[in-house]
């Protein structure tokens, strides 16, 4: 079962930017989002609310990663790679935190659909398929360095984050702010658009009569975000955001 896992999550290594969207748009498709939850109202926008603040905390636990320490992601030429093995930063917390932070986000997504099925399904699969990738990455990782990645796995959990080492991981360490935007800004604009658009499936979707206004507003958060990430594109490409190198 283990090296059929390794082999999905190799394909999923190279493909999931493709496989993810249309993953997510067949779950959101596939059952109609209602107006309420067990037949409740406010278990609805409970989980609506819900949806935007584990978003913000994946964000933000990602960002806590880039900030202190980096790993290439992407691999090589799409392909499992680490040049270095990185146990500094939150990777003495747990060994896959940027992981932690993308399942957080797709959570808060299926959140925001509302469905108890969708949110089930979508939850499950996407944990599944980060399972099936980390296995792949394992893989990789222990035979490249060997016993000193047997130790540090037996040191540092998979998933689950250590927060009671924090203090002693980040110790001597700075917080890059530019790095965390160079790095991560169109993750940080691709989540806000993948929410505004789901928010404005679900108005479509559920009401007969449309409110034009809340659909235009939140047309013109997208818009927003689309300039914005433009604009740090823009900057990073004139080097505001290049990390100054120490002789």
Same mark, same amino acid.
């Given at each position: 079962?283990?090296?059929?896992?390794?082999?999905?999550?190799? *394909?999923?290594?190279?493909?999931?930017?493709?496989?993810?969207?249309?993953?997510?748009?067949?779950?959101?498709?596939?059952?109609?989002?209602?107006?309420?939850?067990?037949?409740?109202?406010?278990?609805?926008?409970?989980?609506?609310?819900?949806?935007?603040? !584990?978003?913000? /905390?994946?964000?933000?636990?990602?960002?806590?990663?880039?900030?202190?320490?980096?790993?290439?992601?992407?691999?090589?030429?799409?392909?499992?790679?680490?040049?270095?093995? !990185?146990?500094?930063?939150? *990777?003495?917390?747990?060994?896959?935190?940027?992981?932690?932070?993308?399942?957080?986000?797709? %959570?808060?997504?299926?959140?925001?659909?509302?469905?108890?099925? !969708?949110?089930?399904?979508?939850?499950?699969?996407?944990?599944?398929?980060?399972?099936c990738i980390v296995y792949a990455e394992e893989a990789f990782l222990e035979e490249k360095f060997g016993d000193g990645y047997k130790a540090y796995c037996a040191d540092v959990p998979r998933w689950i984050p250590r927060f009671g080492r924090f203090s002693q991981a980040t110790q001597g360490m700075t917080f890059n702010v530019k790095r965390v935007i160079a790095k991560d800004y169109s993750t940080e604009s691709a989540t806000l658009i993948t929410l505004l658009l789901a928010?404005?499936?679900?108005?479509?979707?559920?009401?007969?009569?449309?409110?034009?206004?809340?659909?235009?507003? /939140?047309?013109?958060?997208?818009? /927003?975000?689309?300039?914005? %990430?433009?604009?740090?594109?823009?900057?990073?490409?004139?080097?505001?955001?290049?990390?100054?190198?120490?002789?």
């Amino acid at each position: 079962m283990k090296s059929l896992m390794i082999s999905i999550g190799n *394909f999923l290594f190279r493909y999931r930017n493709q496989v993810f969207p249309v993953i997510i748009v067949a779950l959101f498709v596939s059952v109609r989002p209602a107006g309420e939850i067990a037949g409740s109202v406010t278990l609805e926008k409970a989980a609506n609310i819900a949806g935007w603040l !584990v978003a913000g /905390l994946g964000l933000l636990f990602r960002a806590t990663v880039i900030g202190y320490a980096y790993i290439q992601r992407g691999g090589l030429n799409k392909k499992v790679y680490a040049k270095n093995l !990185v146990t500094a930063g939150m *990777f003495s917390l747990c060994r896959n935190p940027l992981y932690v932070g993308n399942v957080l986000i797709y %959570t808060a997504i299926f959140l925001i659909h509302g469905s108890p099925a !969708v949110m089930t399904a979508g939850i499950l699969l996407f944990c599944f398929m980060y399972q099936c990738i980390v296995y792949a990455e394992e893989a990789f990782l222990e035979e490249k360095f060997g016993d000193g990645y047997k130790a540090y796995c037996a040191d540092v959990p998979r998933w689950i984050p250590r927060f009671g080492r924090f203090s002693q991981a980040t110790q001597g360490m700075t917080f890059n702010v530019k790095r965390v935007i160079a790095k991560d800004y169109s993750t940080e604009s691709a989540t806000l658009i993948t929410l505004l658009l789901a928010e404005i499936y679900q108005h479509v979707v559920r009401t007969t009569e449309r409110d034009i206004r809340h659909l235009l507003f /939140l047309a013109g958060l997208i818009a /927003l975000t689309v300039l914005a %990430t433009a604009f740090v594109s823009r900057l990073k490409k004139r080097g505001v955001f290049n990390e100054n190198k120490t002789p």
